[in-house]
């Protein structure tokens, strides 16, 4: 009985340490956790193998009291169990245990109906895997988020029959399957399954030897993160040390999927330098051990990476005056070089390279749709410092950049209210992603200020078969909201707020501006005077996104003399307004096309809520567009930094392109 003894021993330390830790030190019961009226049906799923460590409890509560709650025996030594188990135990000391124990599945995880001391003896055996001949009890559907994310899992098995992936976010298997070049609809090649499931085993074995286990996320969690910067690369059947050492190299990336709060808004130029302050005689220490001192033989030397050409893209042309600004503003300190027409990861990789070999210290990906590969390439080479104009994206290796151009936006409704004499007001957004959603509502709320009976006919660019021109003036708008920026190539004066005439005639009115040039001058000022890795803006296990406004100066409005004294006057009051904090167009009560967001005493929105605004404001009248809606450019920029679908949706920043 030395065996069962043993067993015992560490099923009684167990009980122990869970009565001392207020916890329940027996078995769970799968009885009293889901009764028959909190469930939708039992199905037959059949024999499999499936984890031990997958196997939570017991079906019913009748040998719940005879296992401490990781499944080690604790009923007397002499007793028919203890002899039971004892027998057992010989039995697969011999020749395995070749029945397999009945078990029901339960929001993923076991409980077991038969052979609980065949499942004892496996765990004090330390096998990893048991036979199992598997019933699977659905739970009804509910809004709760672990049963959304359970149903997701579901579509998944019924596709690829894996149990171990489990996550903690909804849309995490339909990401998966992306990735993987496959669906959720339809069955995946056996062989495929096979892999992943080794790989996955792989993975996390070597996850939890890092120190996984003591994160607050799942394997299954920093599995994707994994696959989602090394590809199917990360599934080639890699020896040991490689997938150790990759872990290794993007641990600070799951880092930050473990927390709420994973990103960390920089608002001003204000907080870098005042995190970056230092006492006199830290700031002489500091100057000591600084890499290098620029100047005009040795110069900072940054590159830009853009998806399009300045010919063809507003969105770049902007970027590329502020680049040209930076090398003026600094006087040969900076040295910079662009890279056009780089959309795909082997195009951006090669610019990378490129920029690496020729020394570059600073790397900056314009488009959120470069997001993927700008983080693979921070990845490889991590003494290279790499932004992306992106906003809300959690990345550490990676910071991102974007202004709050809501603010501008809001001004500007305020100003097309003021002149559009029959309350119509045409509003031409560009991709459905984070921020946008904030710069629609923002200028239909500055509207609604100045005329409670504006009403905004929200139209979108990057929708198919759009014929937005005759469909707005057939119910008599004239004065827009367009593109923010000129197309170099294709000048038009449909841009900013503008207004047309009877006879066809576009008079310009106003326009948001984006000084990128000062922008990139606040950006690199922080690292020639080293407060880039000042330690209270620099975490390893947070997202670093500069949010900057108008009040730092990377985003002013311009007005055309065509508007009256008082109108100037109106959104020059606004203007101080909003910077000095005392106006913001998301303070108080806010109501969207679907009721009140919130209550007149409520206070402002917080800054991710902001960001992440997925609403449309009452007197908006369009949808947000499907993703089967978008022409096919428009598709990858809001799959990679957001998601679209219902009739609302929310992602990552873009620009007007």
């Not at 409005?557 to 020059?572: F, N, P, Q």
Request: glycine share 8%.
């Amino acid at each position: 009985m030395n065996d069962y003894s043993r067993a015992r021993k560490a099923g009684l330390r167990e009980v122990s340490r869970d009565i001392s830790a207020g916890r329940f030190p027996y078995l769970t019961s799968l009885e009293y956790i889901a009764s028959v009226s909190d469930t939708a049906g039992e199905y037959p799923i059949g024999l499999m193998e499936i984890p031990v460590t997958m196997i939570a409890g017991t079906k019913t509560a009748g040998r719940q009291n005879a296992f401490s709650s990781g499944f080690m025996p604790i009923l007397a030594e002499g007793s028919e169990f203890a002899l039971k188990w004892q027998t057992l135990y010989d039995s697969q000391e011999r020749e395995g245990i070749r029945d397999p124990v009945k078990v029901y599945e339960y929001m993923q995880r076991f409980y077991v109906q038969e052979g609980n001391k065949r499942v004892s003896v496996t765990k004090f055996l330390g096998m990893p895997m048991i036979l199992a001949d598997i019933t699977r009890i659905l739970p009804k559907r509910s809004d709760e988020k672990n049963c959304r994310i359970y149903y997701e899992f579901t579509r998944f098995f019924d596709v690829c029959p894996i149990y171990e992936l489990s996550f903690s976010e909804e849309g995490s298997f339909e990401k998966l399957a992306g990735l993987l070049g496959r669906d959720l609809v339809n069955p995946w090649p056996d062989d495929e399954v096979i892999n992943l499931r080794s790989e996955y085993r792989k993975f996390a074995e070597l996850f939890e030897a890092k120190g996984g286990e003591r994160l607050n996320l799942t394997p299954g969690d920093a599995f994707l993160t994994y696959l989602g910067i090394f590809g199917t690369d990360g599934l080639s059947g890699g020896a040991d040390a490689i997938v150790k050492n990759r872990i290794g190299k993007i641990w600070n990336e799951i880092l930050v999927k473990t927390r709420d709060d994973n990103i960390a808004l920089i608002e001003t130029p204000a907080e870098i330098e005042k995190a970056g302050a230092k006492k006199p005689a830290e700031a002489v220490f500091s100057a000591i051990l600084r890499d290098r001192v620029y100047t005009r033989e040795k110069p900072l030397k940054a590159a830009f990476i853009y998806d399009r050409t300045t010919e063809e893209s507003r969105w770049v042309y902007g970027h590329e005056l502020g680049r040209n600004e930076l090398e003026q503003r600094f006087g040969g300190i900076v040295d910079t070089v662009k890279f056009e027409g780089c959309a795909d990861d082997e195009s951006i990789r090669r610019a990378v390279e490129a920029a690496v070999a020729d020394e570059d210290e600073l790397i900056i990906t314009t488009s959120p749709a470069q997001m993927a590969e700008t983080l693979r390439c921070a990845i490889e080479y991590p003494k290279v410092k790499f932004m992306n104009c992106s906003i809300n994206l959690a990345n550490n290796a990676v910071r991102t950049y974007y202004g709050r151009m809501y603010e501008a936006k809001f001004l500007m409704g305020a100003l097309a209210a003021s002149v559009a004499e029959n309350h119509l007001i045409g509003f031409r957004a560009d991709y459905p992603i984070y921020g946008t959603l904030a710069n629609i509502n923002a200028f239909a709320i500055g509207a609604a200020m100045i005329d409670p009976y504006a009403k905004i006919y929200l139209t979108w660019s990057s929708r198919r078969d759009d014929n937005w021109r005759e469909e707005l003036r057939s119910i008599g708008v004239s004065v827009y909201s367009g593109p923010d920026l000129i197309r170099p190539q294709r000048a038009s004066r449909e841009y900013g707020i503008y207004q047309t005439g009877s006879d066809g005639s576009v008079f310009n009115l106003a326009a948001p501006v984006w000084d990128w040039g000062r922008y990139y001058e606040l950006i690199v000022r922080t690292i020639l005077d080293g407060t880039w890795n000042a330690r209270e803006i620099r975490r390893p296990d947070q997202a670093l996104n500069y949010w900057w406004g108008m009040q730092s100066g990377v985003i002013d409005v311009i007005m055309s003399d065509r508007i009256s004294y008082y109108s100037k006057k109106l959104v020059m009051t606004l203007k101080n307004a909003l910077i000095a904090g005392t106006l913001n167009p998301f303070d108080g009560e806010l109501r969207s096309q679907d009721g009140t967001i919130k209550g007149a005493d409520s206070g402002r929105l917080s800054n991710l809520e902001i960001i992440k605004m997925d609403w449309l404001n009452d007197n908006v009248i369009g949808t947000i567009p499907d993703m089967s809606e978008l022409k096919e450019p428009a598709k990858e920029t809001v799959q990679v930094s957001g998601v679209a679908g219902k009739g609302k949706t929310a992602a990552q920043t873009g620009g007007n392109r």
